[in-house]
């Protein structure tokens, strides 16, 4: 029987679809492995997957400063060790890493164990850690839509592959989400999300917005990140109505905030956007203007140019406003429409992966 060490710590974006692809090895009868960083926001997700079996793997971000870069050295060394001794106990292993530098470690073990590496990118635009270990893996998987890699098409190493979204993200109707996060059922809701370590350019635009935007007919839930701070204010609008603003630290249903929204505004992480297609959810699209080699807003573009978001700027955010009073009913309607055909096209990805992965590893 295989066993998959599953390498996908660092960001929710890396470790959500490695929980994913779990979910559906564990369907299978296959062990896994989820290799983790120690980062709290790793640990907090864990928590809610008792079942599977987590190793913290050291690790931290590359650079060229020379302390910074003993530390990289130092970690990758250590997680090399530990990775090393974990594969030893697994003469069948395969490994599959979803990026950040915390997996280099693992698969350098891997490499020399001589045990199968993959390698999945979600953005359009390939992660350091991922373009570093490409030359030692059996496969890398690729975001279809990846049309500066569309060489890659051309060598048997790449498979085009959607982004796995876990099982349990599973969207309800808006009604039962509204009862359920205690919302009435009149007017329209704004989700806000920078991710989970927050944004803080979407946070303080609204702050400074709410008001107008409940006077559009907007209730408001803010996800504020760890550094934020959790309140609830109710607004009456001038038809008598009460309308609630909550700003929240984070939260452990997304899918839920998801559900809940006419409206999305967030960032452009792979992540973000498969959650959004998975949810047929329409957003406007901020993406983090660090994000390395800008792949938030080639994620964003891609998004918003088959028609299921707009694109926006963070330097043009004053513009935000003008942009949701903009999106009538049918406009969200039709996005929504575009959503739903996108996401029934595309299956499910986790499966998919799964197969492809199983497939081409060796037997046994």
């Not at 990026?99 to 999945?120: E, K, N, Q, T």
């Not at 707009?310 to 330097?315: A, D, E, G, N, T």
């Amino acid at each position: 029987m295989k066993y998959i060490a599953i390498a996908c710590g660092g960001t929710g974006g890396h470790l959500t679809p490695g929980i994913a692809l779990a979910q559906e090895l564990d369907k299978r009868g296959y062990g896994t492995t989820l290799c983790i960083s120690s980062k709290s926001v790793d640990r907090r997700l864990c928590e809610h997957y008792n079942k599977f079996n987590f190793i913290s793997m050291p690790g931290c971000a590359f650079r060229w400063q020379p302390i910074d870069f003993c530390k990289f050295i130092f970690k990758t060394l250590l997680a090399f060790i530990r990775g090393w001794n974990h594969l030893g106990n697994h003469p069948d292993a395969i490994v599959i890493s979803f990026g950040g530098f915390s997996a280099v470690g693992l698969c350098l073990a891997a490499f020399i164990r001589r045990r199968p590496i993959f390698l999945h990118e979600a953005n359009l635009l390939m992660g350091r850690a991922i373009r570093w270990l490409t030359p030692l893996a059996k496969k890398v998987y690729i975001p279809p839509a990846l049309k500066e890699l569309e060489l890659y098409r051309h060598r048997k190493k790449y498979i085009p592959m959607y982004y796995p979204v876990r099982n349990d993200f599973l969207p309800c109707s808006m009604n039962r989400a509204r009862d359920l996060l205690g919302l009435p059922t009149y007017g329209r809701c704004l989700v806000v999300s920078g991710g989970s370590q927050g944004a803080r350019a979407l946070i303080e635009w609204t702050r400074a917005h709410e008001i107008l935007l409940i006077t559009l007919g907007y209730h408001i839930i803010c996800l504020a990140g760890p550094a934020g701070t959790q309140a609830e204010i109710c607004h009456c609008h001038a038809d008598g109505r009460i309308y609630h603003v909550r700003y929240k630290t984070f939260s452990d249903h997304m899918h839920l905030l998801y559900s809940v929204a006419d409206l999305i505004v967030c960032r452009a992480g792979a992540g973000t956007i498969a959650e959004l297609i998975r949810c047929q959810k329409p957003s406007v699209l901020v993406p983090y203007p660090a994000a390395i080699g800008d792949h938030q807003t080639l994620n964003a573009r891609a998004h918003a140019e088959a028609g299921m978001a707009v694109l926006l700027p963070q330097s043009r955010l004053s513009e935000l406003v003008s942009i949701i009073e903009a999106l009538d009913d049918a406009t969200l309607k039709s996005m929504q429409e575009t959503l739903v055909k996108f996401d029934r096209s595309i299956g499910d990805p986790a499966t998919a992966l799964a197969d492809s992965l199983l497939e081409n590893s060796p037997q046994g």
